[in-house]
């Protein structure tokens, strides 16, 4: 069974960790195991747990009420809340533990739900992109495994795929052409997925091309294809100091308009430019899309 820290936990769960040692000290919620030499460390259980409490106490539940309650109670309680999709912040933390167990059935369940009741952009824009930014950080800190997000973002974007597959396109006299893909070095794929549904939901035409497409390819695809705009997402974080660069380079290979999502254009000063347009969030895309 694997073993946390405290410095673990308090990635994992989102809560300081010297509110957890109070928890404990005050209410002996969750107290940690011991190794021989006196090191705490809490285990997979212990995780399990903190999530449903800190479920509870996000939806109002004070912690010391929490810790009158035995597991069950508090497990029966957070089941209910998961039952309510529309439960975003409870939606996060249950994605999460999914994600840390490996455990596809239960993500899968969770993604289902969302989507039946939210509808696939609502799920996007206030449980995934929260859950995929929370779990880039944890791995970024070393708190989880790229294999943990490998397995999140792989669930992810099959699930997109299929949404994308099932859209009616609809009827859109002269739809404008959209050229997709990600530059050099960026393998972060989901964002623009969900950019080529919005595309198609709203009857627009689309060329998708996926992952670190050459700069050198790209005057021939604009020959061969002729989009009326680019559209390029940028995520990882190890690209954040040439993000300009980059945008650079790929608007002198385009030579058409460029639409530039992700979270990194949020976190950097963007090139301004009169043939950039820089789409912050899901309601940014839309916005975008209306106006055409």
């Known amino acids: 069974m694997k073993r946390y820290s405290i410095s673990d936990i308090e990635g994992l769960i989102g809560i300081k960790a010297h509110t957890i040692r109070a928890w404990e000290s005050r209410y002996n919620l969750v107290?940690?195991?011991?190794?021989?030499?006196?090191?705490?460390?809490?285990?997979?259980?212990?995780?399990?747990?903190?999530?449903?409490?800190?479920?509870?106490?996000?939806k109002g539940y004070k912690i010391s009420r929490i810790a009158k309650m035995s597991?069950?109670?508090?497990?029966?309680?957070?089941?209910?809340?998961?039952?309510?999709?529309?439960?975003?912040s409870a939606q996060v933390l249950h994605l999460s533990e999914a994600t840390l167990h490996y455990d596809e059935e239960a993500f899968a369940e969770i993604l289902s739900g969302c989507i039946a009741e939210m509808g696939l952009v609502d799920t996007m824009d206030v449980v995934l992109?929260?859950?995929?930014?929370?779990v880039g950080m944890l791995w970024q800190t070393g708190a989880i495994d790229p294999s943990h997000e490998h397995f999140a973002?792989?669930?992810i974007r099959d699930r997109?795929?299929?949404?994308?597959?099932?859209?009616?396109?609809?009827?859109?006299?002269?739809?404008?052409?959209?050229?997709?893909?990600?530059?050099?070095?960026?393998m972060h794929e989901t964002g623009l997925?969900?950019?080529?549904?919005?595309?198609?939901?709203c009857g627009m035409d689309t060329l998708y091309l996926g992952q670190e497409i050459p700069y050198a390819d790209l005057k021939k695809v604009i020959s061969g294809y002729k989009p009326d705009y680019g559209?390029?997402?940028?995520?990882?974080?190890?690209?954040?100091k040439d993000v300009n660069k980059i945008i650079k380079k790929v608007l002198d290979s385009l030579n058409i308009p460029?639409?530039?999502?992700?979270?990194?254009?949020?976190?950097?000063?963007?090139?301004?430019?009169?043939?950039?347009?820089?789409?912050?969030?899901v309601c940014d895309i839309v916005e975008f899309l209306e106006e055409l």
């Not at 859209?167 to 859109?172: C, G, Q, V, W």
């Not at 997925?193 to 595309?199: H, T, V």
Request: positive net charge; glycine residues 2%.
């Open 31 to 58: 107290p940690p195991k011991r190794t021989p030499t006196n090191i705490r460390y809490y285990d997979e259980n212990d995780l399990k747990q903190l999530l449903n409490i800190v479920t509870l106490n996000e």
């Open 71 to 88: 597991k069950k109670q508090i497990g029966d309680l957070v089941e209910q809340l998961q039952a309510d999709y529309r439960n975003d």
């Open 129 to 134: 992109f929260p859950f995929m930014k929370k």
């Open 153 to 155: 973002s792989n669930l």
């Open 160 to 186: 997109i795929i299929v949404e994308i597959d099932q859209l009616t396109k609809p009827h859109k006299a002269n739809p404008k052409r959209f050229l997709l893909f990600l530059p050099e070095a960026e």
């Open 193 to 201: 997925l969900f950019a080529r549904y919005l595309l198609k939901k």
């Open 231 to 240: 559209f390029i997402v940028l995520t990882s974080l190890n690209l954040g």
């Open 258 to 281: 460029l639409l530039v999502a992700g979270s990194l254009i949020s976190e950097f000063d963007i090139l301004v430019h009169d043939q950039i347009r820089p789409l912050k969030n």
